[in-house]
C-alpha cells in the first residue's frame, strides 16, 4: 500500500510540473489581418515557443490594433503586445486615448517601423488628403493605429472624420473594398509591405495619396515622434515612390510582469532575430539598437538584455 501511495505521488508530481510548466503561455496583442502587426506577433511567438524555455509559450491575439494595445495590458486580456512610441508614451502618461488613468507598461525592443498607406486605385481623383472630403474611405477597425493616425492629420488640414463616410474594416477587407470600387481609398498603419496592399496591388494599379505642400512637414512638427519615409515604386508597383509619415513600434508588457521571464522573451526574440528576418520582410527592418532609443524606459528584464 506504501508502494503504490508513494507511485501515485510521484505521477502526481508529474502532472503538476506538467501543469506548471504550461502554465507561461503569454497572449501577445497584435491588430487586424491584413497589416504587419499579426505576422509579426506570429514570428516572435515563433521565436519564444522555440527559445523562450522553461514552459514560456505564447499566441498571437488578433485586436483592434495599437491604440487598443495597451488597454488590452492593462485589462488583462493580454499579457504583452505591439504599440507604437508614441502610443506607448501616452500610455505611460495617461493622455490622448489613455486619459482615463496611466497605463504601467515598459518597452520589451523596438520593432519594425509603421507607415501610414493612403491608397486610391490609379485612375481616382483623390490626390491628396483634402481631396478626400465626400469619400467613401476604409480607415481601419475602431481601436486601430490607423483612425489615431487620421485623427490627428485631419485637424491639420481643418478636417474631421465627418467630413468623409468612413468605415471600419479590418485592413484586409478595407483593401477587398477598395479593388472592389466600394470605397474610394483606403488607410493602414502598417509596416511594408503590408499584405494586405500587396493582395489588392495583385489585381489593381494603385497609388498613394500625397500631402499638400507643407502640409507633411507641418505634421511633423506637431509630434516629434513621427518621420517622413519614402516607399519604392517597386514595393507595390505604383508608378510613382510614395512619401508617407510613420512612426517606429516597440514591444511592450506590463511591468508586473515577471522580469526573469520577459529577459527571457527579449533573448529569445533578439538572439535569433536573423531566424525572424529569414520569415518576416517587416522584420528586416528593426534595428536592436534602437531598443535604447524608445519612447519609455525598458521593462527591467528587458533592459538586463539590452545593458549586458
Avoid: C, W
Amino acid at each position: 500500500m506504501i508502494k503504490v501511495t508513494r507511485q501515485l505521488a510521484a505521477v502526481a508530481a508529474v502532472v503538476l510540473a506538467g501543469a506548471a510548466a504550461t502554465a507561461e503561455e503569454l497572449r501577445i496583442g497584435t491588430a487586424s489581418l491584413g497589416g504587419a502587426f499579426y505576422p509579426m506577433g506570429q514570428s516572435i511567438s515563433n521565436l519564444v515557443n522555440k527559445y523562450a524555455g522553461d514552459g514560456i509559450s505564447m499566441v498571437p491575439v488578433v485586436t483592434g490594433g495599437s491604440v487598443q494595445n495597451p488597454r488590452l495590458i492593462d485589462s488583462g486580456e493580454v499579457e504583452i503586445a505591439i504599440t507604437n512610441n508614441n502610443l506607448a508614451a501616452l500610455a505611460v502618461k495617461g493622455a490622448g486615448p489613455y486619459s482615463s488613468g496611466p497605463i504601467d507598461v515598459g518597452a520589451v525592443g523596438a520593432l519594425h517601423p509603421s507607415v501610414l498607406h493612403m491608397i486610391v486605385l490609379e485612375g481616382s481623383d483623390i490626390q491628396t488628403i483634402e481631396d478626400l472630403k465626400g469619400k467613401r474611405v476604409a480607415v481601419g477597425p475602431a481601436g486601430g493605429g490607423t483612425l489615431g493616425f487620421l485623427n490627428f492629420l485631419l485637424p491639420l488640414h481643418d478636417m474631421t472624420l465627418e467630413d468623409m463616410t468612413p468605415s471600419f474594416l479590418s485592413y484586409s477587407d478595407g483593401f477587398g473594398q477598395l479593388a472592389d470600387g466600394n470605397v474610394d481609398a483606403a488607410f493602414a498603419l502598417s509596416g511594408y509591405p503590408a499584405g494586405a496592399v500587396m493582395q489588392a496591388a495583385a489585381g489593381n494599379d494603385l497609388r498613394f495619396i500625397s500631402f499638400s505642400e507643407g502640409m507633411l512637414e507641418k505634421a511633423l512638427e506637431a509630434n516629434a515622434t513621427y518621420h517622413s519615409v519614402e516607399i519604392s515604386a517597386d514595393v507595390y508597383g505604383t508608378a510613382e515612390p510614395g512619401t508617407v509619415i510613420g512612426v517606429n513600434n516597440m514591444l511592450v508588457a506590463p511591468n508586473s510582469l515577471d522580469a526573469d521571464v520577459v529577459e527571457k522573451i527579449t533573448a529569445a526574440i533578439f538572439d535569433h532575430l536573423d531566424e525572424m528576418q529569414a520569415e518576416n520582410a517587416n522584420a528586416k527592418q528593426i534595428d536592436p539598437a534602437m531598443s535604447l532609443k524608445l519612447a519609455i524606459p525598458l521593462h527591467e528584464g528587458a533592459a538586463r538584455y539590452f545593458n549586458k
